[in-house]
């Protein structure tokens, strides 16, 4: 079982920047592989970024190069850092966590907005 509370969202001005975390917890939480989705309204839930549990990260195409996904082992913590945001990178974003089963946060919402 992992258990997942994400925390850091708000509103941002368009070109502004956010940190995310996400601290994970349970028997799995080292092991899994960790990510962020998030959800516009009326859009479906993407994939934003992933990390395994070794540091290997994949981005989504629309994030890459502003978006950074880390993690830190010592606090079980996964941190999405969001650089140039732009308007449609609002969106509820949810915490991930893969080991066999899925496990999702509870979501934290970002706005960008003038």
């Known amino acids: 079982q992992v258990q997942l509370v994400e925390s850091g969202g708000g509103l941002v001005q368009p070109g502004g920047s956010l940190r995310l975390s996400c601290v994970a917890s349970?028997?799995?939480?080292?092991?899994?592989?960790m990510g962020w989705y998030r959800q516009a309204p009326g859009a479906q839930r993407e994939l934003v970024a992933v990390?395994?549990?070794?540091?290997?990260?994949n981005y989504a195409a629309s994030v890459n190069g502003r978006f950074t996904i880390s993690r830190a082992s010592a606090n079980n913590t996964v941190y999405l850092r969001m650089d140039k945001l732009k308007p449609e990178d609002t969106a509820v974003y949810y915490c991930?966590?893969?080991?066999?089963?899925?496990?999702w946060g509870q979501g934290t919402q970002v706005t960008v907005s003038s």
């Open positions: 349970g028997s799995l939480a080292r092991l899994a592989v």
């Open positions: 991930n966590a893969m080991h066999g089963s899925t496990f």
């Open positions: 990390i395994s549990s070794d540091g290997l990260t």
